[in-house]
Each structure stands twice: as structure tokens, then as C-alpha cells.
């Protein structure tokens, strides 16, 4: 590809990007592909190539706040108590998939086990950098043997999708997150309103 064609290219990838980020903020994962052409001022065939897929799309809108969310693991890795770091951990996965719309849809996608040849997807990268706080956890005894990053990850994103359209999905999902880790046996704390709850299953 000429150099001229190829930072053209770049030029449309990048205005696309910006524009899908905008739209999936506003509309959620079912924004219009047509829509972000017609914002973008570029053809449909044109976002089409650059995304192939929604799912695609999705990803490339959410790369940076799975990188964000990959970073802060490294962060709590080895800090303090084992179960904290990973509760800590997950609570900012709930709270970055609320706030951003499209980062749930993403994961579904890869729960569903679609588009399979994208080896670097979302639900991948999280399970990676979550990997290490749930091994220490394990480890010290303080979470069951046998859990997942990917387990937790699907409990995260139902909770995320059946909230999405909540007066209040910060709230609401933050209160179902507590309400799972506090588990519903009768001597567990039930979670009134946020993350309390003493004992937990998990």
C-alpha cells in the first residue's frame, strides 16, 4: 500500500475509533454501524473493513479500559490480603462495565465463544491479568477451590447486562455484586446497599 493510502487508512481507523467510542457510550453495544460511518464521514463499506464484526468493534472500543483494568491487577498482585486485592479487582470490573457501555457486550461475545481466530479478545486479557490474584487467593485458602477468572467474569457480566437499563445501574449492580459474594446462606450479612456482607462464599 502506497504511504499516502496507508495514512489515509490510519486516518479513517482512528476517526471511526473515536466516533465508535462516542456511539457505543451513548447506544450501548447495539450502536448503528451505519451511524458511525455517516458521524465519521466515511462509507459503511469503509467501517465495515476496518470492523469486520460488531464484536470486532466492540473490542477495539474496549481495549483500553481492559489494558486499564489488566494494569490495576499488576497493581494489587502480591498487596495486602489475597482476598481483598481480588474483591477489590472485581469491583472495579463491575464498576468500568457499568460506566462503560459496549465492555459487557464485549465479553458476552467472548463468552459465547465467537470470532474464535481473535486470540487477544477481551474476556482473554481479563483472565490473564486475574489469573494471579485468584491463584494467591486459592493459595491462602480464602476463596473455594475450582473457581475461574472466567467463572467470575460471567457473574460479572450478567450482572452488568441485567442492569444496563436500571434508574441506577451503579447501584443496582454494585448491590447484586455484593448479594453474590456474600453468598445467601442465613449467617452471611445480606448487602443492603453496596459491597457489605462479612462472610462470603466467595
Request: proline residues 4%; contains cysteine.
Amino acid at each position: 500500500m502506497p504511504d499516502r493510502q496507508r495514512a489515509d487508512a490510519q486516518r479513517n481507523y482512528a476517526r471511526i475509533l473515536t466516533v465508535a467510542e462516542q456511539e457505543v457510550a451513548t447506544h450501548g453495544a447495539g450502536a448503528s454501524l451505519e451511524q458511525i460511518a455517516r458521524v465519521a464521514g466515511v462509507g459503511s463499506a469503509t467501517v465495515r473493513r476496518h470492523f469486520p464484526t460488531r464484536r470486532a468493534l466492540l473490542m477495539a472500543v474496549s481495549h483500553q479500559r481492559i489494558e486499564a483494568l489488566a494494569g490495576r491487577a499488576r497493581e494489587l498482585a502480591g498487596n495486602g490480603d489475597s482476598r481483598d486485592a481480588l474483591l477489590k479487582w472485581l469491583g472495579d470490573v463491575v464498576a468500568y462495565c457499568v460506566a462503560a457501555r459496549g465492555l459487557a457486550a464485549a465479553l458476552a461475545y467472548d463468552e459465547a465463544g465467537l470470532d474464535p481466530v481473535h486470540e487477544n479478545s477481551c474476556s482473554a486479557m481479563l483472565e490473564e491479568a486475574g489469573n494471579p490474584l485468584l491463584r494467591r487467593a486459592a493459595q491462602d485458602g480464602a476463596v473455594p477451590e475450582g473457581i475461574t477468572v472466567a467463572d467470575l467474569i460471567a457473574l460479572i457480566v450478567g450482572i452488568v447486562l441485567a442492569t444496563e437499563h436500571h434508574p441506577d445501574p451503579v447501584t443496582r449492580a454494585s448491590r447484586l455484586f455484593a448479594l453474590a459474594v456474600a453468598g445467601l446462606s442465613p449467617q452471611n450479612n445480606y448487602p443492603q446497599g453496596g459491597q457489605r456482607g462479612t462472610k462470603a462464599v466467595l
